[in-house]
């Protein structure tokens, strides 16, 4: 099913982050953004732990071309719905290229007017990026190390139902059946950030809970075994 307020990518100036404040047990689940959208300020709260002391948060830090994300690449500031579909815009942490844990490349074929005749393997490259896992604090770290005060950012997920704001930045996928969660599994609804690195380039900050399954079906239920 669908989250419950919809889905959709916000993009605006980063004007600050910060952790949440510890809670009693010593730590905090969220990095909040403060994002400037013509003057509005919008709060972005990116999941780096779980309250569930059994269940962790992941995460990947991948780059991505603006034609790997699409529309969103080239959106105007504010905040913009999303269909849950491949060619929105959307992210999906299991299909989406840039979430791939294998990806192959063939930059070489753009160039093969130099390359000439070359051995295939020199054609084909491929990126490896698995799951991190870590600490609230590792996550945090590595999301708060792409980010850039004063610089775009682009956050996907689902508004707050009051207020200005993106919550449900991580994987909104994968939770087994039966769970509190497992009502909002859905394909190609899943949250992230990314923030551009060079022209026409970006790196994405994407966040999963480890309780969530690495391949589901097309409702986004976990597949067996």
Request: hydrophobic content about 40%; aromatic content about 10%.
């Amino acid at each position: 099913m669908p989250l419950d307020h919809g889905y959709g990518v916000l993009v605006g100036t980063l004007v600050a982050h910060e952790r949440d404040r510890p809670d009693n047990q010593g730590r905090w689940y969220h990095v909040m953004l403060t994002v400037d959208v013509a003057g509005a300020r919008y709060r972005a709260a990116v999941d780096v732990d779980s309250h569930q002391s059994a269940t962790g948060v992941q995460w990947k830090v991948v780059p991505a071309s603006a034609a790997d994300l699409g529309a969103p690449a080239t959106l105007p500031p504010g905040w913009h719905p999303l269909a849950s579909t491949p060619g929105s815009g959307a992210l999906d942490h299991i299909r989406h290229p840039i979430a791939r844990t294998w990806r192959f490349l063939r930059a070489g074929l753009a160039h093969r007017h130099i390359l000439g005749w070359t051995p295939w393997w020199r054609w084909i490259s491929v990126v490896y990026r698995p799951w991190r896992t870590g600490s609230n604090l590792d996550a945090s770290l590595a999301l708060e190390q792409i980010l850039t005060v004063g610089g775009p950012v682009l956050v996907w997920g689902e508004p707050f139902d009051t207020g200005l704001g993106v919550h449900n930045v991580h994987q909104n996928q994968g939770d087994p059946v039966g769970s509190l969660w497992a009502v909002s599994n859905g394909i190609w609804q899943d949250g992230g950030v990314a923030v551009p690195h060079g022209t026409g380039a970006f790196v994405a900050f994407l966040p999963r809970f480890s309780s969530q399954a690495t391949a589901t079906d097309e409702q986004g239920h976990p597949l067996p075994g």
